[in-house]
T-cell receptor
Framework: GAVVSQHPSRVICKSGTSVKIECRSLDFQATTMFWYRQFPKQSLMLMATSNEGSKATYEQGVEKDKFLINHASLTLSTLTVTSAHPEDSSFYIC????????????FGEGSWLTVV | QKEVEQDPGPLSVPEGAIVSLNCTYSNSAFQYFMWYRQYSRKGPELLMYTYSSGNKEDGRFTAQVDKSSKYISLFIRDSQPSDSATYLCAMEMGSARQLTFGSGTQLTVLP
């Protein structure tokens, strides 16, 4: 079963509004979570690394003021797309590293964002 | 040159065929190798995880790593239409680093 849960799976918002996407590790604690963006028929593009209790590390070209990441607990990271525009419409996916025998990266189900 | 190269396909095979998916990489520091399956409009699902050269088998799937040639493969035996998806290879240098992905291979298994 899923070990990383993402919510909502699909969201439509109006231009200029903000939308929050949640990523939860279900049965393990994740000090590090990753946020990706994926365009149709393309691979995943890493946006930022979310660290529990500290600021996120953003990849080059990703606006940190537009894509706000908060990792307030060991099981929850959130991505807030602020002042959304139609070009922000995309598939956003989070991942988290498991622990112990499952020390590899598991992905959430993804969130489809459509900005109208 | 990309760190990880993967043929994007698309690849179409008849049901029951053996499928071979491959990735090459340039950075010898990669230690851990993964294959993910991604269905349309879904997040990637971990299929195989290996950290040494050789073969690892799980059901109809076999992952092969050749570190000397910097080449990894995923074989799917007795392929099924439900295997139709995009397959992503991924690798990392250590537990503190994020994954480096191939571009993904789109596979269609025809009934």
């Amino acid at each position: 079963g899923a070990v990383v849960s993402q919510h909502p799976s699909r969201v439509i918002c109006k231009s200029g509004t903000s939308v929050k996407i949640e990523c939860r590790s279900l049965d393990f604690q994740a000090t590090t979570m990753f946020w990706y963006r994926q365009f149709p028929k393309q691979s995943l593009m890493l946006m930022a690394t979310s660290n529990e209790g500290s600021k996120a590390t953003y990849e080059q070209g990703v606006e940190k003021d537009k894509f706000l990441i908060n990792h307030a607990s060991l099981t929850l990271s959130t991505l807030t797309v602020t002042s959304a525009h139609p070009e922000d419409s995309s598939f956003y996916i989070c991942s988290a590293r498991g622990q112990g025998a499952r020390n590899t990266i598991y992905f959430g189900e993804g969130s489809w964002l459509t900005v109208v | 040159q990309k760190e990880v190269e993967q043929d994007p396909g698309p690849l179409s095979v008849p049901e029951g065929a053996i499928v071979s998916l491959n990735c090459t990489y340039s950075n010898s520091a990669f230690q851990y190798f993964m294959w993910y399956r991604q269905y349309s409009r879904k997040g990637p699902e971990l299929l195989m995880y290996t950290y040494s050269s050789g073969n690892k088998e799980d059901g109809r799937f076999t992952a092969q790593v050749d570190k000397s040639s910097k080449y990894i493969s995923l074989f799917i035996r007795d392929s099924q239409p439900s295997d139709s998806a995009t397959y992503l290879c991924a690798m990392e240098m250590g537990s503190a680093r994020q994954l480096t992905f191939g571009s993904g291979t789109q596979l269609t298994v025809l009934p």
